[in-house]
């Protein structure tokens, strides 16, 4: 599968973003999704991941509450929804889809979209 993710940008602390990742070919509900930031300097991290039904969520603690992953799985395309942003939530946002259940693990993912640039201004 091949996953394209768009919707990065600047914005304000405290503004909204709503990332999304297109995916190809036409077995995209049998993948569990996640996304996944990578800060300048810092390691690529865990943020969000969804099941294949859109039925089962995870959150990293510092975006619990103000992400909001989804799916729709007719338009093969999975949502990050961002409010109340901050500075620390900037970063290269991809999105990652496994053939196994909701996952956090890096290595779990087996595909990788290629990153949009998500900037908080302060």
């Known amino acids: 599968v091949q996953l394209q993710a768009s919707g990065g940008g600047l914005v304000q602390a405290g503004g909204s973003l709503r990332l999304s990742c297109a995916a190809s070919?036409?077995?995209?509900?049998?993948?569990?999704m996640g996304w996944f930031r990578q800060a300048p300097g810092k390691e690529r991290e865990f943020v969000a991941a969804?099941?294949?039904?859109?039925?089962?969520?995870s959150y990293t603690d510092s975006v619990e509450g103000r992400f909001t992953i989804s799916r729709d799985n007719a338009k093969n395309t999975v949502y990050l929804q961002m409010n109340s942003l901050k500075p620390e939530d900037t970063g290269v946002y991809y999105c990652?889809?496994?053939?196994?259940?909701?996952?956090?693990?890096?290595?779990?993912?087996?595909?990788w979209g290629q990153g949009t640039l998500v900037t908080v201004s302060s």
């Open positions: 070919g036409r077995t995209f509900s049998s993948y569990s």
């Open positions: 969804v099941s294949r039904s859109g039925g089962s969520t």
């Open positions: 990652a889809a496994t053939a196994g259940g909701v996952a956090r693990a890096q290595g779990a993912f087996r595909y």
